[in-house]
């Protein structure tokens, strides 16, 4: 059974930072794209950052300049550097990784951003 472990989520004031935590129990985690998603309440799922195995990244266009998104293959790990938080930031953030026939979820950290 493949477990996606979240971690680092919390309460922060705008402008502050958190860093998220996945860790991956799929021993093949380096050939997986990896990916955080958020969902405010009232509100659809999203793609918040993707990293392909290559290293390659994807943005929103919300959090291009703010977020980092990074992966440690060998520890089997992701990542999510979290900067410039704004309130509208503030959503349960999942882990997802995902290949040809395989998809899997973590059971999401909340982050709220608030003063």
């Known amino acids: 059974q493949v477990q996606l472990v979240e971690s680092g989520g919390g309460l922060v004031q705008p402008g502050g930072s958190l860093r998220l935590s996945c860790a991956a129990s799929?021993?093949?985690?380096?050939?997986?794209?990896m990916g955080w998603y958020r969902q405010a309440p009232g509100k659809q799922r999203e793609s918040v950052a993707t990293?392909?195995?290559?290293?390659?990244?994807n943005y929103a266009d919300s959090v291009k300049g703010r977020f980092i998104i990074s992966r440690d293959n060998a520890k089997k790990m992701g990542y999510l550097q979290m900067n410039s938080l704004k309130p509208e930031d503030t959503a349960v953030y999942y882990c997802?990784?995902?290949?040809?026939?395989?998809?899997?979820w973590g059971q999401g950290t909340q982050v709220t951003v608030s003063s």
């Open positions: 799929l021993s093949t985690f380096s050939i997986y794209t």
């Open positions: 990293i392909i195995s290559s290293g390659g990244t």
């Open positions: 997802n990784v995902r290949r040809i026939n395989a998809n899997y």
